[in-house]
């Protein structure tokens, strides 16, 4: 039987973003191997990983915000029916270098994943309650269909890649 | 009249020659798309019911939710303002942008800002306003109305979209590829956005117990517009407020499925203003994150006619659209013309009818309302079951009754024995009493068939009651189905175990006496003891021109003729799906209570009847099957009719004739484009020939070319007859057995 983790994979592949599992350790290693250059970012509110020492620029001014080809954020949660990330906004930006670059990296955890949307709303519904209460639900790539056929990356990216950080992995 | 009905004629048909094609195609990719999209999502009608279920409580409550709005945005540090009108509301964002002295201001696509012309507005106030979807961008460009409500520009082609941005904004490099022209787009607005000093979006949903705004879009620009300026403006209708942030839930699963067939779009932002997001200064360059936030935020919440729309028990039911466009594209007429003719000063489709009668004024509908001809089909498609049709007909009624008085014809007089005003338009008055005039036909056929089809009299017709000349009429029998069946001497049977009344509807009473006939035989070959008594007809005929009052005087007719025999034990079956759609549903407004409840139950379509017959064991020997059909193949390519599917009837007949060994293809078009009386209106005529050609083009397949064609409405008979060459029957003419009538 397909687990979530498949469900969501494989749907994230159908919303035509690529997927990488890793395990903490190594996903530094990963990450670098999945960036473009230059990349900004904004620091993951996760305990197991961290973007201290990669080549991702945080907290980046204006100027490398309009210049960078990737963005990295970190996903609150991952919907495995849909292959769609919670992108939560932050003051340091995070909405910010998820929606400008060419190029999305979106880090989630396996233990943040649910299996549908009736999940991720009670979730999002208790933390709007307690005062997180932006949230993006991102699916794919930013796309269009107003210039007479589909294109991908319009005002938002191209590209969209999912690192997965496996939970077996600790 | 007959100049207004043919600039009509001349308006559609230079919409269909100009923007037809992009229209079309991008109508049916939609509803293809949603067909699928909604047969993945388990549980689509329980979906369909919760978000139905939370906007009739949200519009019950709305005062005391627009209160409760009030109070969670301004706890998050956000304004709320409550306009009346447009005008309120322009006042109110131009006050603000003159406050903030705005240079520019980017919007997100937003159907609301449309509805109160606030580009305009700001514009008087010197702001540059930029729209930043690109479909809203191009209609910017071009000085255009959207013609859609999802996508504002689908009757564009890409090449249009091109001629018109090179002529524009001359680029080094011509552009040519939709590849070219989005990134050309995404540069020259991502300037825009950089530069905004305001950002203004609609709002797809607010919640009330959390303050949430929900924007359900695919591009990025409504999340930059809220995240790059300083201040935010959303402007919603009143009726976008949903009690709870759960609420949300059936909608997104809805809303991009219902729309353009996508599972869900890009991004569903959910935010609760001011955003945490720093504002981006692009001439700054400290860290972004350095910048304190200090964001503005108002939440216009537009009334415009909506308050008064909760209080008109007819119109309530538009204020709980989501603007999904399904009604739309699900539309064969708007397939073929799109928003720019099925659609008034900002709204398009079916629903458009009841948005712009309840903010812009009955008139701002009356343009466009007879391009629902009631076929239904959207009815299904609709995320929160909006009875669209009826809101049409109620909305035609009032036309008709605001209709100027003193319009009398003598003419046409005496065939109007109806309940409706003196002024109403000679055209409705004349379909709308069909039935008048069919019982004279067949009384004076067939010197009334010859009169008809004379010349001067089509001239006189056209011109007095534009019924195009093009179009056959209809042959009157002189014989009626109920006269034959008085008159033919067949033993009934003594003890069967079903009895059944054929309804004998107008057309199969006075026109299409021959499927009537075979319906009578199918049945006693099968051992049903049958009556056909006359029983007046259903009153569709004048609904479909908007006469309620009348239409409901046939209604009641019809139950008490029906009364006797339903008593007695008797099941209705029912051969126009057009008079069955009417038993089981606008009945139900007519009629109500347990008058309608009986009818409603105990009638059938005529193969769901013989279908049903067949399930509980009935041997269908004595019918013709596929290899025994006498002088045609046992081929079929078959179109049901739009109300039928709609009743979700259309398996019934493929069922029965697969079982008695005809090979069938079905059509898949969501309507003929007759529809009753449309197709011979003048001003209709080609529009009504353009959405048949779809239907016609199926049925000249190399597969289906050579089939027998088969189709079960009236309407569509009529249209297929002019469409092929082959002639079209219903199909229980197929299988009924030899008669020797
Ligand atoms: S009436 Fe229904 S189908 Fe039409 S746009 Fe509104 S919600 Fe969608």
């Not at chain 2, 195009?468 to 033993?491: A, Q």
Request: charged share 25%; hydrophobic share 35%; net charge negative.
């Amino acid at each position: 039987m397909a687990t979530q983790l498949d469900t969501f994979e494989t749907n994230l592949e159908t919303v035509r973003t690529d997927v990488t599992r890793t395990t903490p350790a190594a996903f530094q290693e990963t990450l670098a191997g999945v960036i473009d250059h230059p990349a900004v970012g904004a620091s993951l509110p996760f305990e197991e990983v961290t973007l201290e020492g990669t080549d991702v620029t945080l907290e980046p001014t204006p100027d490398q915000l309009r210049e960078a080809t990737c963005g990295v954020t970190a996903a609150a949660l991952g919907v495995a029916d849909y292959g769609s990330v919670v992108l939560e906004s932050t003051p340091a930006g995070a909405e910010l270098a998820g929606l400008f670059p060419d190029r999305h990296v979106i880090v989630v955890r396996e233990r943040d994943l649910v299996p549908d949307m009736a999940a991720a709303f009670e979730r999002l519904g208790d933390r709007f309650r307690d005062g997180r209460d932006d949230a993006v639900l991102a699916t794919g790539p930013s796309a269009t269909a107003d210039m007479g056929a589909l294109v991908y990356g319009v005002h938002g990216p191209r590209e969209t890649h999912a690192i997965v950080l496996e939970d077996n992995g600790e | 009249m007959a100049s207004k009905r043919s600039q009509k004629a001349d308006r559609i048909r230079h919409v269909m020659a100009t923007e037809g094609d992009s229209v079309e195609r991008n109508a049916l990719g939609f509803n293809d798309g949603r067909y699928e999209s909604v047969a993945r999502l388990e549980d689509y009608d329980a979906y369909k019911d919760r978000a139905r279920a939370i906007k009739e409580d949200a519009i019950e409550r709305l005062p005391e939710l627009i209160e409760a709005v009030r109070e969670t945005v301004e706890a998050n540090g956000g304004t709320v303002y409550v306009a009346n009108d447009a005008a309120d509301a322009n006042r109110y964002v131009r006050e603000l942008a003159r406050e903030r002295a705005a240079e520019t201001v980017v919007k997100s696509k937003s159907m609301t800002t449309e509805e109160i012309d606030l580009n305009e507005h700001l514009e008087a106030e010197g702001c540059a306003v930029w729209e930043t979807d690109l479909g809203e961008f191009v209609l910017q460009v071009a000085d255009e109305a959207p013609s859609h409500l999802v996508a504002p520009a689908i009757h564009q082609s890409r090449e249009e979209i091109a001629t018109l941005f090179n002529e524009r904004f001359e680029p080094e490099e011509p552009l040519e590829t939709a590849q070219e022209l989005t990134e050309f787009a995404r540069e020259y607005l991502g300037e825009r956005i950089e530069e905004a000093d305001m950002g203004v979006t609609g709002a797809n949903f607010v919640t009330a117990d959390t303050g949430t705004i929900a924007l359900v879009t695919s591009e990025g620009n409504a999340r930059k517009t809220v995240a790059v300026p300083d201040t935010h403006v959303a402007v919603a209708g009143v009726e976008k407020i949903i009690p709870t942030f759960e609420d949300l839930q059936p909608f997104v699963e809805l809303i991009a499925r219902s729309g353009t067939g996508q599972d869900i779009t890009s991004y569903v932002s959910l935010f609760s203003p001011p955003v945490s997001t720093p504002p981006v200064d692009f001439d700054d360059d400290e860290p972004i994150a350095d910048d304190p936030n200090d964001r503005e935020f108002h939440l216009v919440l537009l009334d415009n006619g909506r308050m008064a729309m909760r209080d008109d028990d007819q119109l309530r039911e538009t204020l709980y659209c989501i603007r999904c466009s399904a009604c739309a594209n699900s539309c064969a007429n708007f397939q073929s013309v799109g928003g720019h003719v099925f659609g008034g000063e900002t709204y398009s489709g079916g629903i458009a009818t009841g948005w712009e009668a309840g903010v812009h004024g009955q008139e701002s509908a009356d343009e466009f309302n007879d391009l629902c001809t009631g076929c239904s089909r959207c009815v299904n498609q609709c995320p929160v079951k909006i009875d669209i049709p009826w809101i049409n007909t109620v909305v035609r009624n009032r036309r008709n009754r605001g209709a100027d008085e003193g319009q009398l014809d003598f003419l046409v007089e005496g065939l109007t024995p109806d309940e409706e005003p003196a002024g109403l338009d000679l055209q409705k008055r004349f379909f709308g009493n069909f039935a008048t005039l069919a019982k004279l036909g067949s009384a004076t056929a067939p010197v009334s068939n010859w009169m008809a089809n004379t010349p001067p009299s089509r001239l006189l017709m056209e011109r007095v009651l534009g019924i195009d000349r093009r179009r056959e009429l209809p042959t009157f029998e002189r014989e009626t189905f109920v006269e034959w069946f008085r008159n033919r001497d067949v033993p009934r049977p003594v003890d069967a175990e079903y009895h059944a009344v054929v309804y004998p509807d107008l057309y199969t009473n006075h026109v299409r006496t021959d499927r009537g006939k075979a319906t009578v035989r199918t049945l006693e070959a099968l051992g049903v003891a049958v009556e056909v008594p006359e029983v007046a007809s259903s009153g569709r005929a004048p609904l479909s021109q908007g006469m309620i009052a009348t239409a409901e005087g046939h209604a009641h007719e019809v139950s008490a003729d029906l009364e006797p025999y339903l008593e007695a034990g008797y099941d209705v079956v029912v051969i126009e799906p057009s008079d069955l759609a009417m038993f089981r549903g606008e009945y139900e407004r007519l009629l109500g209570g347990s008058r309608y409840e009986s009818l409603a139950d105990r009638s059938y379509e005529v193969f769901e009847y013989v279908y049903g017959l067949l399930e509980n064991g009935t041997d269908p020997t004595p019918l013709r099957g596929g290899d025994a059909a006498r002088g045609v193949g046992s081929d079929i390519a078959y179109h049901s009719h739009c109300q039928q599917r709609t009743l979700e009837l259309e398996a019934y007949t493929t069922a029965v004739l697969d079982q008695l060994g005809y090979d069938v293809v079905t059509s898949d078009v969501e309507c003929c484009g007759m529809a009753g009386s449309f197709g011979y209106k003048i001003e209709y005529y080609e529009l009504s020939m353009d959405v048949g050609d779809r239907l016609g083009e199926q049925f000249e397949t190399s597969d289906t070319a050579d089939r027998t064609v088969v189709a079960s409405g009236t309407s569509c008979l009529e249209q297929l007859d002019a469409l092929l060459s082959r002639q079209p029957q219903h199909p229980i003419s197929l299988v009924a057995p030899n008669g020797s009538d």
